[in-house]
């Protein structure tokens, strides 16, 4: 699943209640990724969000306890930055991922079996926004909220990260 995940096709999920795929026009992008490894300790979670037709900007990381698999990292990853979203007021956006299976699976949550405890929490977060839409796109067009995301999991400890400025590491980063 997570190999088919990272394709650069978008799912062919047909006529869906409350998704879009297409982002039309200006509006507001949260971009998100989660870091899995199976010789890691921690969970890498990161967003990116930018506001349609403004340079603002803010973004996330966070380094937590393992999630079961690079599927359950995403969902969680998109869970957290709903949340964040929601206590940032911000309803009106389109929510941006690489994932493929992470599309398919919000689109279809009943489907999901194994996932229950995660689309019930999805659900909940998803009732803030009207419409509700996610996008696939191709990798290379989520590499901030992927550097966020790799910085974060290769911290030290648990950490969380939300500011409209990169966080020190990732500038460290960028310029070796």
């Known amino acids: 699943m997570w190999a088919e995940s990272q ?3 978008p799912p062919n999920t047909g006529s869906l209640q409350n998704v879009d795929h297409l ?12 870091a899995w490894r199976a010789q890691d ?10 506001a349609g037709g403004s340079t603002d900007t803010m973004m996330g990381a966070m380094s937590i ?15 957290w930055a709903m949340e964040c979203m929601k206590i940032l007021r911000i309803s009106e956006v389109v929510f941006a991922t690489e994932c493929s299976q992470l599309v398919k699976m919000v689109s279809t949550p009943t489907e999901w079996p194994s996932f229950t405890t995660h689309m ?3 659900l909940r977060c998803k009732e803030f926004f009207h419409p509700f839409t ?10 901030l909220a992927d550097k966020l995301v790799r910085g974060a999991r ?3 400890a648990a950490m969380v990260y939300v500011d409209s400025i990169p966080p020190r590491w990732l500038l460290d980063h960028e310029s070796t």
């Open 134 to 143: 996610i996008q696939h796109i191709p990798r290379a067009q989520n590499t």
């Open 154 to 156: 290769n911290q030290p």
């Open 7 to 9: 394709t650069k096709d």
């Open 120 to 122: 019930e929490e999805f």
């Open 41 to 50: 300790l921690c969970t890498g979670q990161g967003w990116f969000y930018e």
């Open 23 to 34: 982002i039309i026009g200006d509006k507001s992008r949260c971009y998100i990724d989660g």
């Open 65 to 79: 306890r393992k999630s079961l698999s690079p599927l359950h990292a995403e969902c969680e990853a998109l869970i």
